[in-house]
């Protein structure tokens, strides 16, 4: 959906149940438009999405969001002045599959998530 229109992955380092992918964002990309205009904020929406995508291309397969647990977000990333970011998933196949995640630039975090997928 969002991969590679309004993120590129730079780097993609996994293991079996971890994920550490370092992204570009596109500052002009048309939902910065909407949101906000001339002050440009990543949707947190958005930021879970980018979870999902990640996730679905290291399994291979499709997942849908059943719960989520918590979701913060700490820190607005304007792709303006912050247009590299990481994001780092550590997940575990139980009977969903357990996910926490979260964001961050230079050593600031951006958000936290602990979602389950099916």
């Not at 969002?2 to 500052?27: C, H, M, R």
């Not at 949707?43 to 849908?64: F, S």
Request: glycine share 4%; no cysteine; charged share 25%.
């Amino acid at each position: 959906m969002f991969l590679d229109n309004l993120y590129k992955i730079k780097n993609f380092d996994v293991t079996p149940e971890t994920i550490l992918a370092a992204i570009s964002l596109d500052p002009d990309h048309t939902i910065f438009e909407g949101h906000f205009p001339n002050s440009p904020v990543l949707p947190g929406v958005v930021q879970l999405q980018i979870v999902k995508e990640l996730l679905e291309k290291h399994l291979g397969r499709n997942v849908k969001m059943k719960s989520m647990r918590t979701s913060k977000f700490i820190q607005v990333i304007n792709p303006k002045e912050t247009p590299d970011v990481y994001i780092d998933i550590k997940f575990k196949n139980a009977e969903f599959l357990e996910v926490v995640a979260s964001g961050s630039w230079e050593g600031v975090t951006f958000f936290k998530a602990q979602v389950s997928y099916i």
